[in-house]
C-alpha cells in the first residue's frame, strides 16, 4: 500500500491507527507492506516513529508496543516530488524490492494529496507502469474527498482516473459510509420485516439528516474552507451518500454494482431547483457570528483565521430535498450541516405520520409522531420514540424511546470507519465507495445551488447565526412553514 | 476582565473538561455494569446562585426515586465578569426489584459564569436526552435569561411563585411568556400544587349529599395561612370563586378582606397568617345553611374536613402527603398539566394582588 502524502494528518491520524488496529484484530495480511510517498526528507526510522507517537494517541485499542514493533517494520517512507518520474522509478524499484521480500505483488496506492495532485499522481503512475499488476495480483486506486468541486472538475478527475484505472479498481473513499452505524441502515431496513412496509410515503411524514459540528476553523482550515464551503464539504458527499442509503430502492443482491445502482437512482431522482428563487425559497445558507461554544467565547466566522473578511462561503447550510419517485412523493428530506453549532452529532430521524386525532390525543397539538433515529456519531445507536401510558387512574401518555447502543449491546467497540473501508479496498469489495457516476450525479444536484449563490443577480440572502446556536431563524422558518420542525438534537 | 468567581467546594461528583462532558458520561456507565440507567425525562433546575446547587443535588436525589430522569442542574453566574463553564458528572441510584437491580439517573451540574448571548441554552440544551421531554425548574425571580431562545425549549415549567417577593410582576412575566410561545409549555407553580390536596378536600366536600344546601347559604370564607405562603391562600381563594362563580367586586381585593358576590348575596372573604408552618393550615367556609372546615394539623398526613349542616356534622380525610419542595415536585410530575385553567385562576389572583400595570 502506497500512500501519497503521508506526511498529511491523514496518514498519521486515521490510515495508520486504522491498519495498527486492524492488525491488533488479527486480520491484517501478513504480506502487507505500507510505503509512506511524500516530499519531505526523513528516513524509515523517523517516520515511524512520527507515526507511533501518533498511534499512542489516537489508537482505537491502544497501543502495545510489542505489536508495534512488529508492525512498523512493515512501514517505509520514500521522498519524493509528485511530478518527479525518476522519484515513481525509483518507488517502483522498491515496491519490486518488498515484493521479493515477499510482500505478494499486490498494489493500493491511496491517494491523501492536495486534489490538484491527483490527476499528476495519476498520470505519474501510469507513466511508471505502476497502475498495472502482475499477473494475477491487483492494481487499485483510493482517491481521499474532494473528489471534484464541480461537475466539470469531477468529469475531469474521473476522466483522468480512467486513463489509468478501470472503474472497477477506483476506490472513492467516502468514510461516513465506513461507519457501522451507515453500513446498518441496509441492515435496519433490509433484514427487518417490519419497517420496509412503512418506508414510504404513506407512513412516512418527513427526513431529517443532521451534522452538527461544535468547530470552527481552528488548526488552519479556514484555508481550505472559505474555497470550499459546507456544502461543498460535507452535503455533496456525506450527507447525500446517507440520504441514498434511507432513500434506495431494495437492491437485487448486496455487491458493489447492486447497491451503487439503487444509490444512483436515488441521485437521479433528487428534484433539481429551477432557479435562484427556488434554491432561495428551499436553501438556507448561513455564516456564525460571534457567540459562545462549549462555554468558550468563538470569533464569527469571517473573523476566524485565514477567512477572507468579507467572505460568501457558507458554514452552515439547510435544504429542503424532494424525490421524485413513488416512494417518496410528498415526503420532503430535510438536510442541515453547520460549524460553531452546540455539539457534534450526526444523525438520520425518519418522522412517521401522526396518528389520528381522534382517541388519546383529541383536540390536542402534542407531539405525538413516532419519530426513528439513526445516530451516525457519536454514540452510535437507534431509537424509537413511542407514547407510553402514564401509569395512574388517567389516560394521559407520554412520549418514550427505545434505545439500541452499539457501545453497549456488542462487546466490543465499533472499529473505525477506516478500518472497514481499508479491508474492503484490499479485498476488492466496492460496496461502501462511491463510484464515479454517483459522484456526478451528486455535483450536477449540487452545482445547481452553487451556480444560484454565485450568479450576478437574484442571488439568495446569506444569513447569519450567533455561534454556539442551532443555526440561523430562517432555516427554522424552511420547516415551520411546513408545520414542522428540526428535532432536538 | 476579573476572573471567574472563587466556587465554595461543592460535592457534585466528578469535575469534567466540557469538551469532554459526553465521554466521561459513558465512562461513567461503562465503570459499573451492574447499574442500570434509567431516564423518562429530562430535568433540569436552573438557579442564580452557587449556594443553591448542593440542595437541589439532593432534591434530584428525591426526585429521581419516582422519576427516572437526565438531571441537569444549574447554577448561572451573569454578574461574572468572565464567562467560563465547569461541569460536573453523578448519578443517583436507587435499588429496584427488590433489591436486585440498582436504577440510576445522571445528573450534570453546570456553574456558568459571566453573561453571553445564548450562553445558557446553547451550553445546557446540548446536553438534552434528544427525544425525552424536559421539565425545566425556575428558581428564584425571573431574570434577563428568561427568554424565548430558553423557554422554547421547554416542555414542562416548573415554579415557585410563592418564593417571589413581588409576585405579580413575575406573574405577568410569566403569562406573557406562555402566550408567546402559543402555550407551548405547561405550568407547574408549585405554590398553586401546595393547595391541590386543600382543593381536592373541597371538592370532595361538596360531593356529600346535603351540601349544595351549604354551598346556596355560604356567607363567609375564611382562609389561614402560614409565614410566606399568602400567594398560596390568594390562589386556593381565586379557585373557589372560579368553581363557584363568584364574581370579584370592585374595591380593594388586595386587602385581607374583601366581599365577592353570588347571585343573590355577598360573601365575605378573610385572610390571616399563622403560626402554623403549613401553607394554609386552615380554610372556613360558614354561612346559614351550615359550613366546612378544612383543618391541617401539624404532624397529620390528612386534611380533615368537617361539615356541618342542620345540627349534623360529617368528616373526611383527604390524603395530603407533599410538603417539601421535592414532594411537591414529585406530585407535579405524576400528575398532567390543565396549564389554561391555571392562568385562568391567575387573573383572578392578578386582581387579588393588584393587577398588572400592562
Known amino acids: ?489 | 476582565m476579573t476572573t471567574a468567581p472563587e466556587l465554595p467546594a461543592l460535592e457534585l461528583g466528578n469535575e469534567v473538561p466540557l469538551r469532554e462532558l459526553d465521554k466521561q458520561l459513558k465512562l461513567l456507565w461503562e465503570s459499573n455494569e451492574a447499574r442500570t440507567k434509567a431516564s423518562l425525562a429530562n430535568f433540569a433546575i436552573y438557579s442564580e446562585s452557587v449556594d443553591a446547587l448542593e440542595g437541589n443535588t439532593e432534591l434530584i436525589r428525591e426526585v429521581t426515586r419516582e422519576h427516572a430522569c437526565r438531571a441537569l442542574l444549574i447554577a448561572a453566574l451573569p454578574d461574572a465578569e468572565e464567562v467560563s463553564v465547569r461541569a460536573w458528572i453523578t448519578a443517583h441510584c436507587q435499588l429496584a426489584a427488590g433489591g436486585k437491580k440498582s436504577i440510576c439517573s445522571e445528573q450534570i451540574s453546570f456553574v456558568i459564569s459571566g453573561n453571553s448571548p445564548g450562553l445558557v441554552s446553547n451550553t445546557v440544551f446540548s446536553y438534552l436526552d434528544s427525544d425525552l421531554p424536559l421539565t425545566f425548574w425556575w428558581q428564584g425571580p425571573f431574570s434577563g435569561r428568561w427568554e424565548p431562545h430558553l423557554y422554547a425549549h421547554i416542555d414542562r415549567l416548573v415554579i415557585d411563585s410563592g418564593e417571589w417577593a413581588d409576585p405579580l410582576p413575575q406573574l405577568c412575566l410569566l403569562e406573557k411568556a406562555w402566550l408567546n410561545a402559543k402555550g407551548d409549555f405547561s405550568v407547574n407553580d408549585l405554590t398553586w400544587t401546595r393547595v391541590l390536596h386543600l382543593r381536592l378536600a373541597l371538592a370532595a366536600a361538596f360531593d356529600q349529599p346535603g351540601a349544595a344546601g351549604i354551598l346556596r347559604g355560604l356567607e363567609e370564607v375564611s382562609i389561614s395561612y402560614g409565614a410566606g405562603n399568602r400567594l398560596a391562600a390568594k390562589m386556593l381563594a381565586a379557585w373557589i370563586m372560579d368553581q363557584t362563580g363568584w364574581n370579584l367586586e370592585s374595591g380593594q381585593p388586595s386587602e385581607d378582606v374583601f366581599t365577592v358576590r353570588a347571585r343573590d348575596r355577598e360573601i365575605t372573604f378573610r385572610f390571616s397568617q399563622s403560626d402554623d408552618p403549613r401553607a394554609v393550615s386552615l380554610v372556613k367556609l360558614s354561612g346559614t345553611g351550615g359550613g366546612v372546615t378544612l383543618t391541617h394539623e401539624t404532624g397529620s398526613a390528612f386534611i380533615n374536613a368537617r361539615l356541618t349542616s342542620e345540627g349534623a356534622s360529617s368528616e373526611i380525610l383527604t390524603p395530603c402527603p407533599c410538603e417539601t419542595p421535592a414532594e411537591l415536585v414529585t406530585e407535579r410530575l405524576r400528575r398532567g398539566c390543565n396549564t389554561p385553567r391555571y392562568f385562568r385562576i391567575l387573573r383572578t389572583v392578578r386582581r387579588l394582588l393588584g393587577e398588572c400595570r400592562n
Not at chain 1, 322 to 349: A, C, H, N
Not at chain 1, 435 to 442: I, K, N, S, Y
Open chain 1, 1 to 489: 500500500m502506497v500512500i501519497f502524502g503521508a506526511s498529511g494528518d491523514l496518514t498519521s491520524r486515521k490510515l495508520v491507527p486504522a491498519l495498527y488496529n486492524i492488525a491488533a484484530d488479527g486480520e491484517l495480511p501478513p504480506t502487507l507492506k505500507v510505503v509512506g510517498f511524500a516530499r519531505r526528507e526523513k528516513s524509515h526510522e523517523s517516520f515511524r516513529t512520527e507515526l507511533e507517537e501518533m498511534n499512542k494517541k489516537v489508537s482505537r485499542q491502544g497501543h502495545d508496543d510489542r505489536l508495534w514493533a512488529s508492525f512498523s517494520q512493515s512501514i517505509f517512507y520514500h521522498r519524493s516530488e509528485f511530478e518527479d518520474a525518476e522519484g515513481y522509478q525509483r518507488l517502483a524499484e522498491l515496491l519490486d524490492g518488498l515484493d521479493a521480500q515477499g510482500a505478494g505483488g499486490n498494489r493500493l496506492f491511496y491517494l491523501s494529496t492536495s486534489p490538484d495532485y491527483f490527476p499528476i499522481v495519476l498520470e505519474q503512475l501510469k507513466a511508471a507502469g505502476l497502475h498495472k499488476a502482475a499477473d494475477g495480483k491487483w492494481a487499485r486506486v483510493v482517491i481521499e474527498k474532494p473528489f471534484g468541486t464541480d461537475l466539470e472538475t469531477a468529469q475531469t478527475l474521473n476522466r483522468a482516473v480512467h486513463d489509468t484505472f478501470d472503474e472497477r479498481d477506483t476506490y472513492r473513499i467516502d468514510h461516513y459510509l465506513g461507519k457501522e452505524t451507515a453500513q446498518n441502515i441496509m441492515v435496519l431496513r433490509f433484514a427487518n420485516a417490519i419497517f420496509e412496509p412503512i418506508w414510504n410515503s404513506r407512513y412516512i411524514d418527513h427526513v431529517q439528516i443532521s451534522c452538527a459540528e461544535n468547530l470552527g476553523m481552528e488548526g488552519g482550515r479556514g484555508g481550505y474552507y472559505d474555497k470550499a464551503g459546507c456544502l461543498r464539504d460535507m452535503v455533496q458527499n456525506h450527507l447525500l451518500q446517507l440520504l441514498s442509503l434511507v432513500a434506495m430502492e431494495p437492491p437485487t443482491d448486496l455487491s458493489a454494482d447492486g447497491v451503487r445502482d439503487e444509490k444512483v437512482k436515488v441521485f437521479r431522482s433528487l428534484r433539481h431547483f429551477r432557479d435562484s428563487a427556488d434554491v432561495a425559497a428551499n436553501v438556507i445558507r448561513a455564516q456564525y457570528t460571534e457567540g459562545t461554544v462549549n462555554g468558550k467565547p468563538a470569533v464569527g466566522f469571517r473573523q476566524e483565521d485565514r477567512i477572507n473578511p468579507e467572505s460568501m462561503t457558507e458554514a452552515y447550510v439547510a435544504l429542503k430535498i424532494s424525490i421524485d419517485t413513488w416512494r417518496w412523493e410528498g415526503v420532503p428530506f430535510y438536510l442541515r450541516m453547520g460549524k460553531q453549532l452546540p455539539k457534534k452529532t450526526t444523525e438520520i430521524s425518519i418522522h412517521f405520520k401522526r396518528p389520528p386525532h381522534v382517541l388519546f390525543n383529541k383536540g390536542t397539538e402534542d407531539d405525538s409522531a413516532n419519530v426513528l433515529v439513526i445516530r451516525i456519531q457519536p454514540d452510535e445507536g437507534i431509537s424509537l420514540r413511542i407514547q407510553s401510558k402514564i401509569p395512574g387512574p388517567a389516560a394521559r401518555t407520554e412520549r418514550v424511546k427505545m434505545d439500541f447502543h452499539y457501545s453497549t449491546s456488542f462487546g466490543k467497540a465499533s472499529p473505525e470507519a477506516y478500518e472497514r473501508l481499508l479491508l474492503d479496498a484490499m479485498s476488492g469489495d466496492a460496496t461502501l465507495f462511491a463510484r464515479g457516476d454517483e459522484v456526478e450525479h451528486a455535483w450536477r444536484y449540487i452545482d445547481v445551488i452553487e451556480n444560484a449563490w454565485h450568479a450576478e443577480s437574484g442571488t439568495p440572502p446569506m444569513c447569519h447565526y450567533p455561534a454556539g446556536s442551532w443555526g440561523p431563524p430562517e432555516a427554522d422558518e424552511l420547516l415551520r412553514r411546513d408545520g414542522r420542525e428540526w428535532r432536538r438534537l
